[in-house]
């Protein structure tokens, strides 16, 4: 066995530290559009490149609405408990 090859499975022994901070949360944004990528192009019937493009970009531009407004809602629930 190769210390490359040690020194990779050595970095997936401990858990990446993710925190909450609006730099950590752009980590998001490739996790949703690789989901929208691929649901499109799983439920789209017939794939051409500007359709594929444009629903993806929909699907994408929608998760991520939907996920700032959730996070908006929570804050404010968590904001109002608080104080």
């Given amino acids: 066995m190769s210390i490359t090859y040690s020194l990779v ?16 949360m752009l980590w998001l ?4 559009a690789s989901i929208a990528i691929v649901y499109k ?14 629903e ?6 929608s998760i991520v609405i939907f996920m700032f407004a959730t996070a908006l809602v929570l804050y404010s629930i968590a904001w109002l408990v608080i104080e």
């Avoid at 997936?12 to 901070?21: A, G, L, Y």
């Avoid at 944004?29 to 949703?32: A, E, R, T, Y």
């Avoid at 799983?42 to 493009?53: R, V």
Wanted: proline share 10%; net charge positive; hydrophobic share 50%.
């Fill in 9 to 24: 499975m050595a970095t997936f022994t401990m858990p990446e530290k993710i925190t909450t901070d609006p730099q950590s």
């Fill in 29 to 32: 944004l490739p996790l949703v």
């Fill in 41 to 54: 192009a799983t439920k789209l019937p017939e794939i051409k490149i500007a359709n594929f493009l444009k």
């Fill in 56 to 61: 993806s970009v929909i699907l994408f531009g």
